[in-house]
């Protein structure tokens, strides 16, 4: 099975700042990644797909990147409504993967 | 409007047996493949098992295999997990996820229940 890695862990930022998140799969999944916003009691929000298309209705200040094994996804300009959980998730076979999430905080 | 509304979520016993429903509405549900993703308390996100459009092809994951089965039945609009043998690490808030494209089991998905709480415990 394809294990899925992101780091950090936890991050904390401030309004307006940039900030990257790493995902890494411990094997190739082309571009075959999406990444998602979850919020505490809420389910899960699809921002990207296909490691860099962003999903419609979602803010153009989030980006994804990469491709093979690693991958970024950058908020270009932190918004209060950012500070939240985000997952990757790899789905290039059919036993879909999640990473362990990142934390975004103040 | 894409809803989908999960139910079923119960306190079963170790050892016991529950089934999920999830009602779906706002789309033509018997296009897309439908997955269910768990999430123990205060964990990740675990993707538990995906049926086709067509409930031809089923998928699980290694640690619900022989456990539990997905179904559905398009001509209600709903989707299905049967949970059988039910341990203490199966407890958690069980969404069920459609995929966002139509006709393939892509395995990423585009909407999401609100989830329903499974309590494994004697």
Known sequence: DIQMTQSPSTLSASVGDRVTITCRASQSISSWLAWYQQKPGKAPKLLIYKASSLESGVPSRFGGTGSGTEFTLTISSLQPDDFATYYCQQYSDYSPAFGPGTKVDI | ?122
């Open chain 2, 1 to 122: 409007e894409v809803q989908l509304l999960e139910s079923g979520g119960d306190l079963v016993q170790p050892g016991g047996s529950l089934r999920l429903s999830c009602a779906a509405s706002g789309f033509t549900f018997s296009d897309y493949a439908m997955s269910w993703v768990r999430q123990a308390p205060g964990k990740g996100l675990e993707w538990v098992s995906g049926i086709t459009d067509s409930a031809s092809t089923t998928y699980y994951a290694d640690s619900v295999k022989g456990r539990f089965s997905i179904s559905r039945d398009n001509s209600k609009n709903t989707l299905y997990l049967q949970m059988n043998s039910l341990r203490a690490e199966d407890a958690a808030v069980y969404y069920c996820a459609k995929d966002h494209d139509a006709y393939v089991f892509g395995g990423w998905f585009d909407s999401w229940g609100q989830g329903t709480l499974v309590t494994v415990s004697s």
